[in-house]
């Protein structure tokens, strides 16, 4: 069991890809990925997936992070509980959103929670003397997604 997430890129939405094969078909789902409308076929999914991954030299993705497995995950949520503070630093969104206790299965972070999100990682990173390398690596990761999602407009998707 692993968490990775993603941000994409905006070449698809800029009209920098090549054209769709059934531009009539194509659409945007609700987490802001390139979809297909109406009740499409095996065949014209294949050839929708073909054309996301060759849509740009990005195929599709701008950043792309692995976040670790199920044991960093609660690792990771003790750590940020024990880090929250009563007045003090709080990560509502890190420990409801990124690395709660359960699976994430195509969620997404909306583009409006993103400032917020690397307010929380900011914080965290901002007492990197007490983090341990795995630690660092998490929140740079988060920090990359949230910079790519702040810059395209684009949710995080886990
Ligand atoms: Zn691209």
Redesign the pocket.
């Known amino acids: 069991m692993s968490l990775d997430a993603f941000v994409r890129?905006?070449?698809i939405r800029d009209g920098?890809a090549k054209p769709h094969p059934f531009p009539e078909k194509f659409m945007w789902d609700e987490a802001g990925a390139p979809s297909l409308s109406g009740d499409p076929s095996e065949e014209e999914w294949e050839a929708h997936d073909r054309w996301v991954q060759e849509?740009?030299?990005?195929e599709?993705y701008?950043v792309s992070e692995f976040l670790g497995n199920i044991t960093r995950a609660q690792h990771l949520r003790d750590f940020l509980r024990g880090l929250q503070g009563e007045p003090g630093p709080k990560f509502p969104i890190l420990l409801k959103k990124v690395i709660y206790d359960g699976t994430h299965t195509g969620d997404w972070i909306p583009v409006k929670e993103s400032p917020a999100l690397l307010r929380e990682v900011d914080l965290v990173l901002g007492s990197s003397d007490i983090l341990t390398e795995g630690e660092k690596e998490f929140f740079l990761s988060m920090k990359r997604l949230c910079d790519a999602s702040i810059a395209t407009g684009n949710p995080i998707v886990f």
């Open positions: 890129c905006t070449c920098k849509s740009c030299e990005h599709g701008l």
